[in-house]
């Protein structure tokens, strides 16, 4: 999708839909805060771009998210590294969006970051109540939550895929994630059958 199919427009409802936890939660601070720090929108912009996501509807969604800020101070503060994330500036590098592993072993969010993985830099008290919030069964919490005292993050996060999905029956069964990206294209995949 790296011809830039999605707007600005559509990131609320794609995210609600077909989003990982990771990406969700940085939608919903980004949404509470007007803002995120540069972890989360070095994680969410790179997984916005790759779904599709222009530059200049990059542009766009990131203007309008920032309602706080001036026009001065976004194009001095934030424009470029948008635009250098798109390979527009600097060493002119189109970059990736990150992996699970990296993501999963990178810099850990500190108090006021939303970036990471949710079921890696949760504390087991918010992951429960964040899986019951999405209205996940109590076995099925349980069982997520025993993967993640595990350390099968990945696991865990394939089996919050198959339960949410599991309008899908058998379809909604999927290989381990390694990606955000891949996520949300199983979960877009499943919408379109
Ligand atoms: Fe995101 Fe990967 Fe963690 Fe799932 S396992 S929440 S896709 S980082």
């Not at 999708?1 to 990131?11: I, Q």
């Not at 779904?51 to 542009?59: D, N, T």
């Not at 500036?89 to 990471?116: F, L, Q, W």
Request: charged share 25%.
């Amino acid at each position: 999708a790296a011809g830039g199919t999605v707007r600005a427009s559509d990131v609320d409802q794609l995210i609600r839909q077909h989003a990982p936890l990771c990406m969700s939660n940085m939608h919903a601070s980004l949404r509470a805060d007007k803002h995120l720090r540069h972890g989360g929108r070095m994680q969410y912009g790179l997984f916005l771009k790759a779904i599709g996501l222009s530059v200049e509807e990059a542009l766009i969604f990131w203007r309008t998210a920032f309602t706080n800020h001036t026009d001065d101070k976004f194009q001095k503060e934030y424009s470029y590294n948008i635009r250098h994330n798109y390979g527009l500036e600097g060493k002119r590098v189109s970059y990736s969006a990150y992996n699970c592993m990296k993501i999963i072993s990178g810099n850990p969010p500190s108090t006021g970051d939303h970036h990471g993985c949710p079921f890696r830099h949760f504390s087991q008290g918010s992951l429960e109540s964040k899986l019951y919030s999405e209205r996940i069964g109590t076995v099925y919490v349980n069982e997520i939550m025993n993967l993640v005292r595990d350390r099968h993050y990945q696991v865990a996060c394939t089996r919050f895929f198959e339960v949410t999905h599991s309008q899908y029956g058998e379809n909604s069964k999927i290989d381990t994630i390694e990606h955000p990206n891949q996520y949300y294209e199983a979960s877009k995949r499943l919408a379109k059958e």
